[in-house]
Every structure is written in C-alpha cells, then in structure tokens.
C-alpha cells in the first residue's frame, strides 16, 4: 500500500531475492495444500529431531546447585536481602523484626511523598504522590502495598548498582558488550515466569525469592541505559576533562557519570517500572502483598474489589513513573546570592516540621497512625452493583461477541495455524525473511523457529503464534485508526501521547481486570487482555510517526493541491511507516508477555506449560519454553528492524 | 625576533586513521599524497606537519572543515597519540610521556577552550572553573579562590552560582576560558571557541580574548576557519589543506605573498589594505629624500588611506614605536594595495 506513493528504484539484486521469496512461498503452499499426501516426518517434528533441551538445563542446573555448591551462594544472598526486607517491612508496616521501631504512621509516609513529589515537579506531582498513600491507607490496603513497596524499595538500589556497574564494565571493554548484547537481546524478550523457574529451585518461594527475581528482571534496562548514556557524553566534554588533568578514574566519575545523568536516571525510571511489574507477578512465587490479593480476587472473581486494588497499582505506578521521570528530567537550578540558608533548604525543613508534627499527631489520634481494616473504607459493594449492573446491559453484546469469536473467528484460526505442517511454516517464514534481509535473515529466523521445532513444544507454540497474530491484527485495526485520528490535531495527539505513557507504566496484570469482567474466564478474555496491551504501543508510534514526517514534504504535497487525505495516503503514513512498524513490534513483544502472563485464566499455549513447569519448579522445562517465547519475539524484532533499516535509508531519513 | 627555544616544536607529525594505520604507516616511503593514501582507506589528518612555536607567540591553524586543524592541536596536546614524528613540549617529547606524566604536564603547563564549550552540565560555573584544581587535589578554600579571581577575570563575576544551561553561548565560552586559564598555563589552546557564537558576540569575545592575551601573554594555538578572525588576532598563520600546512608565516606575508594557489584564493577576497601593515610594504631608505611627518610602523594601509591620497609627498618615512627612522613607503605602492592591483 506504501510502495505505491513512492517509485523505488530497484534494489540491488532485488529482483533474484524476490524471486527467491517467491520460490519459497510456492514451496511452503503446496506443502499445506498435499498435507495428506507428505510424510508424518515433515506434518510434526519428527523424533529424532526433538532433542531434550529440557533434560540438559536441568542437569546444568543441578550440577551447579548441587555440585558446585552454588546454591549456598544463592541462599546466602537471599539471607541478605531478606534481612533488608525484613528491615523496610518492619518500618513499612510494622512487622515485627529489627530495628522493631516501626511502623511509621501512614500520615508521615503519605506527607514525606507529597514533599518529594513537590521538590521533583511541584504541586500536582505533591498532590499525586500524597494522594496515592492517603488512597492507599483509606481503603485499608496498607499492608498489602507496603509488602510490595518494600521489595522495590530494596530490589531497585540492588538493580540499578548491579546494573550501572555491569554497563560500565561493558562500556570499558567491547568483547564483553559483544557477549552481553545477545545475551540481553534474549533476556528482555523472554517472559516474567521463565525468569521465576531458576529462582524457586536456587532460592525457594516466598518474599525474598519475590525480591531476588525483581532483581534479576530489572537490571537489564539499566545497563543498556549506562551503556547508552556513557557512550553519548560528548567528546568534547571528555577532552575537556583530560585537559583539565583528570586521571581515569575521575573522568569516569566525576565526567562521565554525571553528564550521562539524565540517561542514567532514566535507566533508573525503567528499572522501578519493571520492579513494580514483576514484584505484581512474583505472586506466583509466593509473594505477599497487592499482586496475591488481585490474583486471588481475580480467580474469585470479586470484581469490585480487584478494581480497587488495580486503582492502588496504577497510582502506585503512575507515581513511581512521574516521580522517578520528574527526577531524570531534574535541571539543576542555582539559588540567587545572598539566599539564606532557610530559604535554600525550605523543603527539607518544611518536611522535618510536618514529620514531626503527624508523628506527634499519631499518638493522639490512632487514625492518623494506622487505618485497620475495619475503618477503611471500600467502594467494592457500590462498584459491585454498578459492573453487575452495565454486564446485564452489556451481556448480549459481549455474549454475542463471544460466541461470534470463538466460533468464527479463534477456532478457524486456531485449527489453521496447527494444520500447518510445520515444513510448510519453516519455508513460509524462510520466504518472508529472504523478501527482507536475504539469505542472513532467513538463516535467522529459520533458526529461531526450528529451534522451537525441536523444543518439541511445536503444538503449544502454535497455539501462542495464532493467539498473538490474532490480537496484533485486532490491534492493529483499533490501534491504527486511533492513531491517525490522534494525530490529526496538536493538542489531542499530546493528550492520547499522555494517555498511552500512562496506560504503559500500567503492570500488565491490570489489564486483565477488565477483560475478565467483560467476557469471564476464556480465550475471548486472553485475546481481549493481549488486544488492549497491544494496542497501546501502536497507537503511541502512529501519532509519533505521523508527526515526525517533516514538515516541508507536508506543506509541499499541501502546496501540490493534495486533499487531507491524498496527504495521508501519499505523503504523510508512507513515511511514518518505519515508525509505525517499531510500534508493531512493540505490540507483538508485548502481545507475547501478555499471553504468557493470561494463561492462568486458562490458555492451552506455552504459557500453560510455563505455569506447569513453575509450580513443578522444572528449571529445563521453564526455560526451554521461555527461550521459545524470546525468539518468536527476536524473529519479529530482527525482521522489523532490518526491514525498517532499510526502508529508512531509501526514504533518506 | 624568535626566541632560542621554541615552546611547541613538531617535526614532521602525521596523523593517519583507519583500520591498523600504525601499520600502514610504518610501510610508507617518501611523500605520498593525500589521494594516494585514501586510495589506501586510510584518511591522512596531518600529513607531515613541521611548526615551531616560540614563546609568547599566537599562532592561528586556519583551514576549512576537514582540513585537519582540529586533529592538530590534539596531536600537540596529546588528546590524539600520533602515528609518526614527534611533538616536544617545552624539551620533552610528549609522545614518551606515561599516562601520570602526561597528566601532570596538562595539569601545569595547558589549558585548552573547545568550540561547544565542553562544559559540564551538572556542576555551578565556580564548580566548572574550579574543576582543573580539584583534579590537582587542591584544597576547597584555594580553588575557590582562584577560581573566583579567574571569574571576575572574565567578566563573569557574581554568576558563579549559575549553571552553564543558565548561561548564553558567550557567557558559557567566558566560563570554558575561565577554567582553561584557572591553573596559570604557559600553553593555551583554542579550538574554535567562537566559531558556535554568532557574529556580534564573536566580535566582543575576539576582543575581550586579545585583552586577555594582552594581560597575560601566553603561548597560544588557535584553531579557526574563519580567515579574518585570523587575520584579527594571529602573530603567524598557518593555512592547513588536506592535513598538510601549506603556508605559515605572518598574516602580512601571505597576504602580500600567497605560497601556493589555494593560500591565493583564500586571501583573494581579503581587503589587504586593513591586514597589511606600513612595516611591511616599506622599503629600506637608500639615500631617499624625506620630509614631514613619520607614520607609524604598525599602521596599516587602511589606517593610512585618508593620508596617503591627501598628503602630497611621494614617500612617507616609516617611524618605530620608539620613534626610529626604519624605511620608507612609496605612496604608489600604499595606493595600489588600497585600491587593488592596477591589472
């Protein structure tokens, strides 16, 4: 549909490449229509060519556990982080451990929040993050909250060391960023529960097992952000440093770090979003808090309470993100001469006063200490009547649409992705790798799916493909759309911009609150979770695609006598199009972690298998499906990318 | 007029990049050309590069982007190692240094001010100035203080509390000459600190530097593309094209003399009547007969004009500062260069 606006000249050796393709989709189509015709060996994976992955892992793993002793490591640094949890719950919530001086009243803790959000962005950010705590103890959800909050207040600083040191250590010596980079490629594409399995077998279940996973699944965006952030600092800013005399050392310290500050921090901002996101899943592994209360709401299906704790995580959320951007995006400001100390430290004082005044306050007034349940407050019922109330006036609609697509829309697919011979789907992939990048590109992806042929977990893995392509497309269809209606003014692209940030910092759990409102417990929920967490990152790149187009080839074709719409089609959407398909890959990456996390409400795909193997804590299993999971997420990503590299550099942007 | 020891001495230094040029350069014989060398894929920064640069002296790199300048004054600072020749600093070749060495030598003897600033963002105009000393371990209360006397130094006193994002371009370039000079160095560079100024402010900054260098009189390297800021404020010029010094002498001397064709077409557009000085067109007395009043030797041509053409006399006595009879100027000549050649 691009291609046609923009005559392109012929790439070179184009023509046998597309040939080539060609050849290979001819190929892979009568492979499925002589299904019945072709040998078993080629319809499945035969035996032979299943080889057990699982069986390996497993043997490594305990080779190290046991053999090598590693587990005692293991423990032992779990200890330590148990200790400091121990530490924030006992300060938190007041559970009772050392220093047995807690719990600090919920006032200080909302008062001291609503003071930094007003130091790091004034008074909405003081309004938001005061507000948030004060939610929180009102609907007397503070120990479930504080549970959370106090893995990520522990596991966040152990993220954001071990990750700006492993960035450094990368920076410093390019083989290691060689070895790293893959190595990170995989990891930020494999699903949350693969990083669970290692860790329940190392570590147990359980809080500190909760916290060490948080660890390990939120470091990697801090060392790409170190990394990054390091290696944008301007030459001249490090010649000036050497000429100033500065050993290696205080360059990287006292040049590097600091002017690669804003990126850092950002690094930090992801790292606390992942925390939140996983600390929500690690429920599964035993962890207390908000996560375990909404997924044992959820399975019961008590509606109105869950949505009161998705209200507590998404203000959790939106806050730690506003906050901890707030932060990054910090200037430094100077103070005019002749400011008095109690004007340069007006907040800090200000804050000491009202700590203070509310820890005095609380021993008179036990409200302002602690809300008990049975004071809080709860909307449930209210809410309650009014979701029974609009699922009676929705009910034949999403009834409707229920049956309309599992009937005719899931089943068909479904049965059509596991008739493929997966002969059939290797060629068709390699066909539409080769129409991209060539030969490379289909060694590639060819790779990355064969291995899942050999995982033997071809079935189930089929089963995940066909739910993800159906919940892109939906989400595509709604998300582009939106993204074009979104950008067609100013103001309301930026209000949808900051719709779709802030639907982003959301943990992917929430959105399944929704869903399972709406349809109940079944695929329609799973696709309709998947749609919505999909959508978001493609309408967010179709705004930012269409804006970018520069603007003079707008005001050009405009000048041309182009229509609104002879702009959108000719000009304007062929040119955001590299833009737009990173969106698409986002919203495949996350349709993936969506899908996986949504098998509990019951799919029958790898993400099912995934929960099998946690709760049977088969370390082989778990990872071999995570590694499946991963690389239909790199096969994407690489033939995203590389066709978006080249688009980009035909369009000459 | 040139003092005995040169305080920057380079002979014959070049500068190759690409994949393995040490190599590469090891296997070169003779001159080989800029175009012989790309041919080889390797890029010749500075090609055979011999310059001495006496003390006190402001010598001015011109060239057009690419040409290799800035590549140069990173060789002489050793900010870039070099591929072949030597670089000697003060006696010392600074390529034999080790890493503590060098550090110490940029830590007494050089400042260097950078086209966009090289500011660091995070830290007060005091605490960017102050930044050299702190790397010497200098305590808080003396950095503190010089970094102050440098500020007020400047023209930048009482914002020392500012942050550089606070700041104007010039006023950001105010505080990277600031630090520059915060450790007294003999040796100060400049790589292009105007050229990210726009016109006015560039004018004031040229001035505000050549009273600077008037209080200060350093030895200075400094890096233009801009052929009258050049001809503004060099002793001696040196033209660079393709990594090589094509020409280097007084601004006067290439001017009236251009060495090669590209030096000519650089000076073509030049108004030569406000860069030529009557030191320079005068010619040795021999016996002439003079009358009137002596013009000044430093004078330029341009100075002279309403002079020349009003005042009768064929020929002017040209007069030292201190008053001394050094030759004589043939008011054809001042004409001619005023209103171009008679071709």
Known sequence: ?653 | MMAPEPVISCKSVWKLFGPNADHYFSTLRGAPSFQSIREAGYIAAVRDVTLDIPRGEMLVIMGLSGSGKSTLVRCLSRLIDITGGEVHVDGQDIGALKEKELIELRRSKMGMVFQSFGLLPHRTVLENVAFPLEMRGQDRHTRRARALEVIELVGLAGREDYFPRELSGGQQQRVGIARSLAIEPDIWFLDEPFSALDPLIRREMQDEFLRLQGLLGKTIVFITHDFDEALRLADRIAIMKDGAVEQCDRPDRIVMNPATEYVAKFTHEIDKARVVRASALMQPVNGTALTGEAIGSHQTIHDLARLVINDPREAFPVAGKDGALLGVLRRQEAIDVLLGDHA
């Not at chain 1, 060519?49 to 090598?68: K, Y």
Request: charged share 15%; proline share 5%.
């Open chain 1, 1 to 653: 549909m691009s291609t046609a606006a923009i005559n392109l000249p012929p790439m070179g050796g184009g023509l046998t490449r597309t040939r080539v393709a060609r050849i290979l989709l001819i190929i892979g189509l009568v492979l499925i229509i002589s299904k019945t015709m072709l040998p078993g060996g080629l319809i499945r994976p035969p035996e032979w060519l299943v080889w057990p992955f699982a069986d390996w892992i497993n043997a490594a793993f305990r080779f190290m556990r046991d053999d090598l002793g590693l587990i005692h490591v293991t423990r032992a640094f779990a200890d330590g982080v148990e200790w400091l949890l121990d530490v924030t719950a006992n300060l938190l919530y007041g559970k009772s451990r050392w220093p047995n001086i807690g719990p600090i009243p919920w006032t200080v803790i909302a008062a001291s929040a609503a003071v930094i959000g007003y130091a790091l962005n004034g008074w909405r950010l003081a309004l938001l993050s005061g507000g948030t705590f004060c939610w929180i103890a009102i609907m007397g959800q503070w120990t479930w909250s504080m549970e959370t909050l106090s893995v990520i207040v522990v596991a966040a600083p152990f993220s954001i060391l071990m990750g700006l040191l492993t960035g450094i250590a990368a920076w410093r010596s390019a083989l290691f960023e060689k070895l790293l980079n893959p190595i990170l490629n995989v990891a930020q594409s494999m699903p949350h529960f693969a990083y669970m399995i290692p860790v329940v077998v190392f570590i147990g279940v359980g809080p500190k097992a909760g916290a060490v996973v948080t660890i390990i699944f939120s470091v990697p965006p801090m060392i790409r952000m170190t990394l990054l952030g390091l290696k944008k600092v301007s030459d001249e800013v490090i010649e000036s440093g050497k000429m100033c005399g500065a050993t290696r050392l205080q360059l990287l310290w006292s040049v590097r770090i600091p002017t690669a500050r804003t990126d850092i921090l950002v690094g930090v901002n992801q790292v606390i979003m992942q925390c939140l996101a996983m600390v929500v899943l690690a429920s599964f592994i035993g962890m207390p808090g908000l996560g375990q209360k909404l997924l044992q709401l959820l399975q019961a299906l008590k509606i109105g309470r869950s949505v009161e704790i998705g209200i507590t995580i998404v203000l959790l959320a939106v806050m730690l993100d506003r906050c901890s951007k707030a932060w990054a995006m910090r200037q430094p400001q100077h103070f005019a001469k002749g400011t008095p100390w109690f004007v340069r430290h007006r907040l800090a004082l200000i804050w000491a006063a009202l700590t203070l005044a509310l820890l005095g306050l609380a021993q008179v007034f036990p409200l302002l200490d602690q809300i008990s349940r049975r004071q809080a407050l709860s909307a449930a019922a209210p809410l309650d009547a009014m979701v029974d109330w609009f699922i009676v006036i929705v009910d034949p609609v999403t009834t409707w649409l229920r049956w309309f697509l599992i009937v005719w829309v899931l089943i068909p697919l479904r049965d059509a992705f596991l008739f493929a011979p997966f002969s059939a789907v290797l060629v068709l992939i390699a066909a539409a790798a080769w129409a991209i990048g060539g030969l490379r590109s289909a060694a590639i992806c060819v790779a990355f799916f064969a291995f899942i042929a050999m995982s033997g977990w071809w079935d189930r893995a089929m089963i995940t493909v066909y739910t993800v392509t159906v919940s892109v497309a939906i989400a595509t269809a709604i998300g582009f759309p939106l993204g074009i209606w979104g950008s067609r003014k100013e103001s309301r692209a930026q209000r949808v911009l900051l719709a779709c940030d802030t639907l982003q910092t959301f943990p992917s759990f929430i959105y399944l609150i929704p869903v399972v409102m709406l349809f109940g417990v079944n695929d329609v929920a799973v696709v309709g979770a998947v749609v919505l967490f999909a959508a978001v990152p493609l309408i967010r790149y179709t705004i930012e695609g269409l804006r970018g187009v520069p603007h003079e080839m707008v005001e050009a074709a405009e000048m041309s006598g182009a229509t609104y719409g002879q702009t959108m089609r000719k000009v304007r959407l062929p040119l955001a199009l590299p833009t737009i398909m990173v969106g698409v890959n986002q919203s495949v990456m996350f349709s993936l972690f969506m899908v996986i996390i949504a098998a509990f409400i019951g799919t029958q795909d790898l993400g099912q298998e995934m929960q099998r193997a946690l709760s049977s804590s088969d370390v082989g299993k778990g990872l071999v499906l995570g590694t499946a999971v991963a690389f239909m997420g790199l096969l994407v990503d690489h033939l995203v990318q590389t066709w978006g590299a080249k688009r980009r550099a035909l369009l000459g942007l």
